[in-house]
């Protein structure tokens, strides 16, 4: 297997179809295969290596999910807390009775940011938590889903630093990372000495502006009283993926990872590697059940949701139940339930929407 996916990514960067690609493999919590190709900047020449971050857009969104699932496994919170428990200010608006569980299923009615915030605005917590705070929900907690884009980040990251007094990004590094050996690989908030090492995207498309017909049609950017779950200024892109203040700050919606380091995170919440077990195997069966399966408001069609992650893969699965999250630029981390393999994509080839390589890859494993 190993041979075969190196040959895919040496002639996908050949075909200049990708710059520098990764992809980590994991079974029953041993990995099989580390495969990289191209260049981690396609100006440098800088080559990818296994262990080069790439900001990976909302594939970050399962290490968001996976800090709450191992502190929840320790008893620092309980999905069904409401989360003013934790962030009483949260409640503005009648959101009182939210709970963590609605946020790790985008059921809280906050979906959006306000419509006019900008990559500056991310980078400040403190205004982005006072957002979330006044905002109004667009339905009743539990009633709806919708993709929250940017808002459950703020959201649960906001419940984590309430909960433990640290910083998403610290508790990421500290409880998930650090026993894992990938601390120098898996981030929210890329430190200053770190950058020089992250992948530097490219888009094929040239340029990062959508088409306002575009924009008029998609049900993600509508504005609710003032908020949106897609400011436009606020899109991730290669440009803003970047821009060294974005990887800097905590914005764990997103986050920069290794294919291998974020596959060996996925593979631990399923099963044991090396000797690490990040929760028990009864509340892994218990986040990765269904726990939603209905319309998004935000998407606007069906969305099968898990506890903090997508139900379903880029590829034709045959009914194999999968969980995961795919990023905006086509990387991606999806676990195979039945068979207990992890994929992870990671590439600098920023290709909106785009999951081509992440399907070849995932239809050439399972």
């Not at 895919?8 to 190709?37: C, I, K, M, P």
């Not at 999968?322 to 905006?328: E, M």
């Not at 992890?342 to 909106?352: D, E, G, L, Q």
Request: proline share 7%; hydrophobic share 40%.
């Amino acid at each position: 297997m190993r041979d075969r996916i190196q040959d895919v990514l040496d002639r996908l960067v050949e075909s200049g179809a990708e710059t520098g690609v990764q992809v980590a493999v994991f079974r029953h919590g041993e990995q099989v295969v580390d495969a990289v190709a191209g260049a981690a900047d396609a100006e440098t020449r800088r080559p990818m290596l296994p262990d080069t971050p790439v900001y990976g857009s909302s594939a970050g969104k399962a290490m968001t999910a996976t800090v709450v699932h191992v502190l929840a496994e320790r008893g620092a919170l309980a999905y069904d807390d409401p989360i003013v428990k934790y962030w009483p200010e949260f409640g503005a608006h009648g959101k009182g009775k939210t709970t963590v569980r609605h946020a790790l299923t985008h059921s809280t009615g906050v979906p959006g940011l306000p419509e006019d915030t900008t990559p500056e605005d991310l980078c400040d917590w403190r205004k982005m938590c006072a957002a979330v705070e006044d905002a109004r929900p667009w339905w009743e907690a539990g009633e709806k889903a919708g993709y929250h884009s940017q808002s459950f980040g703020y959201i649960l990251g906001e419940v984590v630093r309430r909960a433990t007094g640290r910083r998403i990004s610290d508790v990421l590094r500290d409880e998930v990372a650090r026993p894992l050996g990938i601390e120098d690989e898996l981030f929210f908030g890329v430190p200053e000495e770190a950058l020089p090492r992250v992948a530097r995207l490219d888009d094929p498309s040239g340029t990062s502006d959508l088409p306002a017909e575009l924009v008029a049609s998609l049900p993600i950017f509508k504005v609710v009283n003032g908020y949106t779950a897609g400011p436009l200024k606020a899109m991730p892109n290669a440009e803003f993926g970047n821009r060294p203040d974005v990887l800097r700050a905590d914005i764990p919606a997103g986050g920069t990872m290794s294919a291998r380091a974020v596959a060996r995170m996925m593979a631990a919440l399923m099963d044991e590697v090396d000797g690490v077990r990040l929760v028990s195997p009864e509340r892994f069966r218990a986040l990765s059940a269904v726990a939603r399966d209905d319309h998004d408001e935000v998407f606007g069609g069906p969305a099968a949701r898990a506890l903090g992650f997508l139900i379903g893969a880029p590829w034709p699965a045959e009914g194999r139940p999968v969980i995961g999250w795919g990023g905006s630029g086509g990387n991606g981390i999806f676990t195979d339930l039945a068979s207990h393999t992890v994929i992870a994509v990671s590439k600098n080839r920023f290709t909106a929407g785009d999951f081509t390589t992440m399907k070849q890859i995932g239809t050439l494993i399972t």
